[in-house]
C-alpha cells in the first residue's frame, strides 16, 4: 500500500466519485450537478456542443507525486504516455485507455487518438489527477 493507508482510502473515494462523473459523461448519460473542473456536468465548453467524447485525465503517483506513464503501441510504434481515458471504476480500481499524440499534428481539433493499451490501477495509490481540455478522441 502507498503512503498512509486511512488517507488513501478516503483520497481515493473522492477520486472515485470524480472518475466516475467523467465516466458518466463520456457514456452520455445525465448528471445533475453545476460543477467546473474535472466534475463539469458536460462535455466540451458550452453544455450545447456535443461534438466531444472524452475528458483526458492524467494521474499522479500518492506517494512521490511523480505522474504515472504507460508504454503503448501505436501502427508499430512504440512510444509512452502519461495521458488516458477513463474506461471503468470499480470500487478503488480505475481501467483506462491510454491516449497517445496525434500523429497527425495538422489535426489541431483531435490532439489524441486511441490506443489498445488498456492498464487497471487500484486508486490508493493515486493521490491525484489532472483532468485536462474535453476533446474528440476518434474511433472510441
Known sequence: ?????EENERNSCCLADILRVI???QRKEECGKDLEGC???FLGPTPTLNNFNTRPITLYNCCTNT????DYELNGATGTSSVFRV?????????????APNPDTTATDT???????FFTINLNCVG???CLADVFVPCI
Not at 490532439?111 to 493499451?117: G, I, L
Open 1 to 5: 500500500m502507498c503512503c498512509n493507508h
Open 23 to 25: 465516466l458518466r459523461l
Open 39 to 41: 466534475d463539469k456536468p
Open 67 to 70: 505522474l504515472w506513464t504507460m
Open 87 to 99: 474506461e471503468n471504476v470499480d470500487d478503488c480500481c480505475l481501467t483506462c485507455r491510454v491516449l
Open 111 to 117: 490532439p489524441y487518438v486511441a490506443t489498445n493499451s
Open 128 to 130: 491525484a489527477i489532472k
